[in-house]
T-cell receptor
Framework: AQKITQTQPGMFVQEKEAVTLDCTYDTSDQSYGLFWYKQPSSGEMIFLIYQGSYDEQNATEGRYSLNFQKARKSANLVISASQLGDSAMYFC???????????FGKGTLLTVNP | NAGVTQTPKFQVLKTGQSMTLQCAQDMNHNSMYWYRQDPGMGLRLIYYSASEGTTDKGEVPNGYNVSRLNKREFSLRLESAAPSQTSVYFCASKEGPRRRNPYEQYFGPGTRLTVT
């Protein structure tokens, strides 16, 4: 079974600084996708960024980028120029197999300080 | 285009009561999923439906049943609620694999369920 590990239960960052949230995964599949979701205190799941296992370049979406190191099975999220509104829980997730089920890590609570 | 909708938003049940959580999507997606989220945890898959007419168990199916009523709707039923089923329940849907990103799931707003 696939396993997603997020080793940072909580992270703090100063406003306008960059922060990296760690994610490692364990899979024997060759074709898969990696995701990051944001969950603010209001509770909804907000899709941030996606990386396909065969994508050669790291994914970027505005201030979000995914540092994908396939050999290390690592998919870290980098948030540049942090904003107060970035304070939330962040989940890394893996998807693949025949039914594309998502497997989530336990999350990292990011707090952005003014 | 409402995306994925869930009803109700909040529910309190007594132990042993039954209820059905409703989920509908208007994006003509083939696959639908039910997840639960417990405090301090990521989401865990309860059941999924890869296409209309099919359902399969996920990681934590015990105590639940599902119905894929049609392509739009996927319901989750608790026959005899237990305090261990206190959780936030998310429904999600996904298109078929033809898109560039074949994996992305679209989430509903969640249902917060408390069983006393």
């Amino acid at each position: 079974a696939q396993k997603i590990t997020q080793t940072q239960p909580g992270m703090f960052v100063q406003e306008k600084e960059a922060v990296t949230l760690d994610c490692t995964y364990d899979t024997s599949d060759q074709s898969y996708g990696l995701f990051w979701y944001k969950q603010p205190s209001s509770g909804e799941m907000i899709f941030l960024i996606y990386q396909g296992s065969y994508d050669e370049q790291n994914a970027t979406e505005g201030r979000y980028s995914l540092n994908f190191q396939k050999a290390r099975k690592s998919a870290n999220l980098v948030i540049s120029a942090s904003q107060l509104g970035d304070s939330a829980m962040y989940f890394c997730a893996w998807s693949g197999g025949s039914n594309y089920k998502l497997t989530f890590g336990k999350g990292t609570l990011l707090t952005v300080n003014p | 285009n409402a995306g994925v909708t869930q009803t109700p938003k909040f529910q309190v049940l007594k132990t042993g009561q039954s209820m059905t959580l409703q989920c509908a999507q208007d994006m003509n997606h083939n696959s639908m999923y039910w997840y639960r989220q417990d405090p301090g945890m990521g989401l865990r898959l309860i059941y999924y439906s890869a296409s209309e007419g099919t359902t399969d168990k996920g990681e934590v199916p015990n105590g639940y049943n599902v119905s894929r009523l049609n392509k739009r709707e996927f319901s989750l039923r608790l026959e005899s609620a237990a305090p261990s089923q206190t959780s936030v329940y998310f429904c999600a849907s996904k298109e078929g694999p033809r898109r560039r990103n074949p994996y992305e799931q679209y989430f509903g707003p969640g249902t917060r369920l408390t069983v006393t």
